[in-house]
C-alpha cells in the first residue's frame, strides 16, 4: 500500500487540479502588521453559522484583526478548499476540513503543524475527546483542532409515531426503521429522510454506514473493489427502496440542511444523520423542542453502525497570517469559547463532541439531556478500524483513507442517484461503480 504523502498528488490529480505539488511554507506574514485580515472558508452548518456570529468578541480581544467568513455547500467547500491547499493559493488562512482529508494533507505536508501551540495548559489540549482528536494526529503531530465532533444517530418525531401507534427501540434494526417509516408514512408527512445528493460527503455518509451492516464495503483487504458485490447491492437497494416507498419527495435534491429542516417542520417522521443535528432540534427556538427521540445507528449484522467525524479547524502552510489565524483556531475551540456559546447563544448549541469538559458542565448537561448521554456513548462505542463485518486495510467509517475516495465516492453516488430518480437500476449503478472504484483501489497496490 502507498503511504498517504506520495499516493495524495495522485488522487488529487485524479480529480483534475493543476500543479499537483505539495504546498509551500510561509510564514507569519501579516501577522505584525497593525490591521490583519483572516479569510475562514467553512460549510454553511449552523455550528459554524454561530461561530460567525460570536467572531466580534475574538475581534474586540484583538485589535485590528478582522475574520471575514466563506460560507459554502458542503461539496463546494471541499472541492474549493482542496484546490487552494493542493496548489499553495493561499485565498484562506483558516481552513474547515472534515476527518477525512486532515491526516493525508497534514503527512503532507500542506497544514501547519498545531502540536507546540495547543500544548499551553490554558488551552488543555488533553481535553479533547479521544477518538476525535487522534483522527487528526499524524506521527504524534496534531494537524487540526475538532470544532465539533459527531457519530450518526436515527431521530424520530414522538408524537408521530405515537399517533400511529408505533414505536422504536433505542437500538433498532434497518427492517424494523422500514417498517416504521412505511407505517407512518402519508401525503403530508414522509416516513423517514435520507440523503440522496450526490457526493462522498453527502449521500455516500449514511449510505456507506448501511452498506457496513449490511456486510458489505468498498474494498477487500487486498484493495479490491467491492462496489457491485452481493451485499452492497442489497444495501443500496435497501436504501433506494425506503427511499420510493417511504422517503422525501426528490431525494437527490437532500443533504443534511435540508433533511433537518423537514424534521423541524414535521415534514418527516424520522432522519438518519449526524449526530450534531441534535443540539439543533432541541435549540430554544426550535419548533420541535422536546418532541423528538433518538436511537443508536440503525443495524443488520453489526453490533453499531453509527459514523465517526469531526469538522475542524486547520491553517494551510501557506497562509500569510499563519501566526493569528492559530489564535483564532485556538479560541473557537476553547473552552471559553464553549461558554460563550452557551451563554450567549444556548447551552444546547455548544458544539458537541470536542471536549470531555462541555459533558461535564452542568448547564450542559441539563440543556443538552435529551441528546447528550446518547451522542458519547456512540461516539465512544465506534471502531473506525473495523466498522463492517470484515476487516478493512484502512482506518475510516464512512469514508475511505485514501486521496483517491473524494472522486470515487463522487462518481458513484451519481450514478447512484440515477437509481434513485429512477433513471438506471442498482445493479446497473453499481456495476459501473466497480470499475471506477476498481481504479483508485489499483492506487493502493
Known sequence: MKSVSTAVGAGLCVMALAACGAAGGGGGGGDGSKNVTLTLATVNNGQMKDMEKLKGTFEKAHPGVTVNFQVMEEG???????????????????????????????????????????????????????PVRQMLTVDDKQYAVPFY???????????????????????????????????????????????GKPGWGDMFAPLTTVVQTFGGNWYDMDWNAQVNSPEFVEAVTFYTDLLADAGEA????????????????????????????????????????GKIGYSHAPVVKTEEAGWLWSW????????????????FVKWATSK???????????????????????????????????????????????DPTHPGVNPQPWVGVQYVTIPEFQDVGNQVSQLVADAIAGRSTVQEALDKGQEIAQRGGDAQK
Open 76 to 130: 463546494d467547500l471541499r472541492s474549493t478548499v482542496t484546490a487552494d491547499v493542493a496548489n499553495a493559493a493561499g485565498q484562506y488562512d483558516i481552513v474547515t476540513v472534515g476527518s477525512y482529508e486532515v491526516p493525508q494533507w497534514g503527512a503532507n505536508g500542506w497544514l501547519t503543524d498545531l502540536t507546540e501551540p495547543l500544548s499551553d495548559a490554558a488551552y488543555d489540549v488533553d481535553d479533547l475527546l479521544p
Open 149 to 195: 465532533g459527531e457519530s450518526s444517530l436515527l431521530m424520530y418525531n414522538k408524537d408521530i409515531l405515537d399517533a400511529a401507534g408505533v414505536s422504536l427501540s433505542d437500538r433498532p434494526t434497518w427492517q424494523e426503521v422500514a417498517d416504521v417509516a412505511r407505517a407512518v408514512n402519508s401525503s403530508d408527512t414522509a416516513g423517514i429522510c435520507l440523503r
Open 250 to 289: 426528490d431525494p437527490v435534491s437532500y443533504s443534511f440542511n435540508e433533511c433537518l429542516t423537514a424534521l423541524k417542520n414535521g415534514k418527516v417522521a424520522m432522519w438518519y444523520d449526524a449526530s450534531v443535528a441534535a443540539s439543533m432540534l432541541e435549540a430554544d427556538d426550535s419548533p420541535v423542542k
Open 312 to 327: 475542524n479547524l486547520a491553517v494551510p502552510k501557506n497562509s500569510k497570517n499563519k501566526d493569528m489565524a492559530v489564535e
Open 336 to 382: 471559553e469559547y464553549h461558554n460563550l456559546v452557551g451563554e450567549e447563544l444556548g447551552w444546547s448549541l455548544v458544539p458537541p463532541g470536542a471536549r470531555t469538559s462541555t459533558y461535564e458542565n452542568p448547564k450542559y448537561q441539563e440543556a443538552a439531556a435529551a441528546f447528550a448521554p446518547i451522542t458519547l456513548e456512540v461516539i465512544n462505542s465506534v
